[in-house]
């Protein structure tokens, strides 16, 4: 029994369609100022050493019945708990075992208590106080060395070598279907960034906290700060507003949002940047939004993937200057004391652009990196 336990947390790391659709890949253990968290697609944990299961089990259509929330989909079975509980029932009771809980919520419980130990611990022996999510976009398959990448970077511009990072692996999807792999993926988002606030809620809120987006990981994060209405389906707004609601929204003192290419509308999204979760809390401590944007970019406005922005949800912060404009208004009404800056990526290259790598090897990456660090 043991011997299978921990091939089990050894394995895990490819979730996928049918064989073809890549969702999370597990990576070695990070270094002493580095945390890794792994999401799948309702924002359900994996435990710490990760999994493997059969690909073919974790394909994308079928029934899902969410283990907190209680409501029923079409189309999601490829999930943490509806593998445990149809796949590998004697898998979760080792599981269980390990962790010392009873049922799925109870892991999830656990683990969220974990991760935030954990995080905590680092903090504490952080003369920075410097908390850094990365949140990767729509297809993950390079966010590993992109990661990599980014804390270089930013370590480089601060002069630290304290800062705290999590590195959220979340269920963005790969699928040769992009189209309907990309519109699965905006729901996900809003799922994995109801659990990163619970997460938040459990994190000192003496820090300093960024958290760095890529594309659609601007949802993920928005919806993490605050309650985004922008569903057409209101049956479905309604839904994530019953969760949203009655989730407290984070209270670190000084949060900034960075967002590179974000895979969202940026007037309908900060709109809603006061429908926060606390009673006595008016936003004070959101300081900071940054935004990196190219009209350039082929996924998000123009080219080839640009039918998936118009018709799986509108992306004009990651491509229009107006739009960028127009956020900033927005802002400026809803919240005017939060600053607001901007990259323009536009006039770096004329090729097409998107990926987190792309971006930083342009030249303006280094004025996305000081509005987001830099003292103001």
Request: with cysteine; charged share 25%.
């Amino acid at each position: 029994m043991r011997i299978r336990f921990l091939l089990l947390l050894t394995f895990l790391g490819f979730l996928s369609q049918n064989a073809s659709a890549e969702h999370i890949l597990f990576h070695p253990k990070p270094s002493k100022k580095v945390v890794r968290l792994y999401m799948d697609r309702y924002g359900q944990i994996y435990p710490s050493n990760g999994f493997k299961a059969d690909p073919n089990i974790f394909y994308m259509r079928g029934d899902f019945c969410h283990s907190e929330y209680g409501r029923c989909r079409h189309g999601d079975a490829a999930n943490l708990m509806t593998y445990f509980n149809y796949h590998d029932e004697d898998g979760f009771d080792e599981v269980a075992k390990a962790y010392k809980v009873s049922s799925f919520e109870g892991l999830q419980k656990k683990l969220l208590k974990e991760y935030a130990k954990t995080i905590n611990s680092k903090l504490r022996e952080s003369k920075s106080k410097k908390l850094v999510f990365l949140i990767h976009g729509f297809d993950n398959s390079f966010t590993y060395w992109e990661y990599i990448r980014m804390r270089e970077k930013i370590n480089e511009y601060t002069g630290e070598d304290d800062i705290v990072y999590v590195e959220l692996y979340w269920d963005a999807l790969r699928d040769q279907n992009a189209a309907y792999t990309y519109s699965r993926a905006e729901i996900n988002s809003l799922f994995v960034g109801y659990t990163l606030r619970k997460l938040l809620a459990n994190i000192d809120e003496n820090i300093n906290l960024t958290l760095l987006t890529h594309s659609i990981g601007a949802s993920v994060a928005t919806q993490a700060l605050f309650n985004v209405d922008k569903w057409r389906d209101r049956y479905f707004q309604y839904y994530l507003d019953d969760i949203g609601f009655g989730l407290p929204t984070p209270k670190q003192q000084n949060i900034t949002l960075a967002m590179l290419a974000p895979a969202i509308p940026g007037v309908q999204t900060f709109n809603d940047i006061n429908n926060t979760s606390l009673d006595e809390n008016d936003n004070e401590n959101y300081k900071r939004i940054v935004v990196g944007y190219s009209e350039h970019d082929h996924v998000n406005g123009k080219g080839m993937y640009s039918i998936f922005a118009s018709r799986y949800g509108q992306h004009a912060l990651a491509v229009s200057r107006s739009e960028v404009h127009r956020t900033h208004k927005t802002l400026q009404k809803e919240h005017n004391d939060v600053k607001f800056l901007s990259a323009n990526f536009t006039g770096d290259t004329k090729k097409n652009t998107h990926t987190m790598s792309q971006y930083m090897d342009l030249g303006h990456f280094s004025d996305f990196i000081d509005d987001t660090f830099g003292q103001y």
